[in-house]
T-cell receptor, first 111, second 116 residues
């Protein structure tokens, strides 16, 4: 089983739609969780961290479910500019910087 | 300020050739990472430096891969006797070293290596 699993998609959604991605992780000792965004042929960039209590940044909401070992990303009111690949990232130990990336979920927002 | 830079941006090598990929991290960043990203995949960890010390090289796929960061700043990833399966984008990332928590990694644009 992979350490971090994501549905690669693609998810094709119309503008204005709400879309959600899940990501599961295998190591219950994982400490920190993140969503990165990667545009086509560009480098990954941090979108948001995922906190145990859940967190929101504008149209984006991230949640963590430790019992079921998954994290989620919800995007409301999708924009064309949201089209990208969303990478789930897991850090095993808070004091050590190594992280594991998922395969990424591709989102295409359609006009 | 300047972000992470990598050179060359594109490299075409003949099978069996040696290549060297360079990474200039953000000034003052202690931690430096190399990743390999194949087409349609997420970045795969290769190796991690804290200053000049290589703390983890568990992701290097074979002994043909070697990385160094001799002065704790610029890093070079060397691949000897390249094979077709080495074709990928090689990403470098750097971060601050606030050891109490994960620190955001800032990525360079990558070097796209094609081995013919």
């Amino acid at each position: 089983r992979k350490e971090v699993e994501q549905d690669p998609g693609p998810f094709n959604v119309p503008e204005g739609a709400t879309v959600a991605f899940n990501c599961t992780y295998s190591n219950s000792a994982s400490q920190s969780f993140f969503w990165y965004r990667q545009d086509c042929r560009k480098e990954p960039k941090l979108l948001m961290s995922v906190y145990s209590s859940g967190n929101e940044d504008g149209r984006f909401t991230a949640q963590l479910n430790r019992a079921s070992q998954y994290i989620s990303l919800l995007i409301r009111d999708s924009k064309l500019s949201d089209s990208a690949t969303y990478l789930c990232v897991v850090n095993l130990s808070g004091g050590y910087q190594k992280v594991t990336f998922g395969i990424g979920t591709k989102l295409q927002v359609i006009p | 300020g300047a972000g992470v830079s990598q050179s060359p941006r594109y490299k075409v090598a003949k099978r069996g050739q040696d290549v060297a990929l360079r990474c200039d991290p953000i000034s003052g960043h202690v931690s430096l990472f190399w990743y390999q990203q194949a087409l349609g995949q997420g970045p795969e960890f290769l190796t991690y430096f804290q200053n000049e010390a290589q703390l983890d090289k568990s992701g290097l796929p074979s002994d043909r891969f070697f990385a160094e960061r001799p002065e704790g700043s610029v890093s070079t990833l060397k691949i000897q006797r390249t094979q077709q399966e080495d074709s990928a984008v090689y990403l470098c990332a750097s971060s601050d070293d606030r050891a109490s928590s994960y620190n955001e990694q800032f990525f360079g644009p990558g070097t796209r290596l094609t081995v013919l």
